[in-house]
């Protein structure tokens, strides 16, 4: 993992208004590394809206990879607003 890389946010600490944890979504959006802090941390580029720390350890980061075929392009989802760090649909 390095600066400017593009990597999925896992959900484990952010909580949403889904009623049922299994089904809430696995992985949050694409966010992009805006600085290397330390062996484990990373600082992501959040939207505005979000009121969370932008410091996440590298155990909640997946790295993205493009998809392979066309057909497994999936359209980004709507962007999340986030109150009193907790998500709201």
Known sequence: M???DNMWLE???????QPLKK???KKYRLFRI??????GA???ELPEGWIIHN???????TKYK?????EQHMDPAPPL???NEEEEL
């Open 55 to 61: 410091m996440f350890n590298k155990d909640l980061l």
């Open 81 to 83: 607003t986030i109150i």
């Open 66 to 70: 493009a998809p392979q075929f066309k």
């Open 23 to 25: 089904l809430d979504q």
């Open 2 to 4: 390095k600066i400017r």
């Open 34 to 39: 805006s600085n290397d802090i330390s062996l």
């Open 11 to 17: 959900n484990k600490n952010i909580y949403s208004n």
């Open 42 to 44: 990373f600082q992501l």
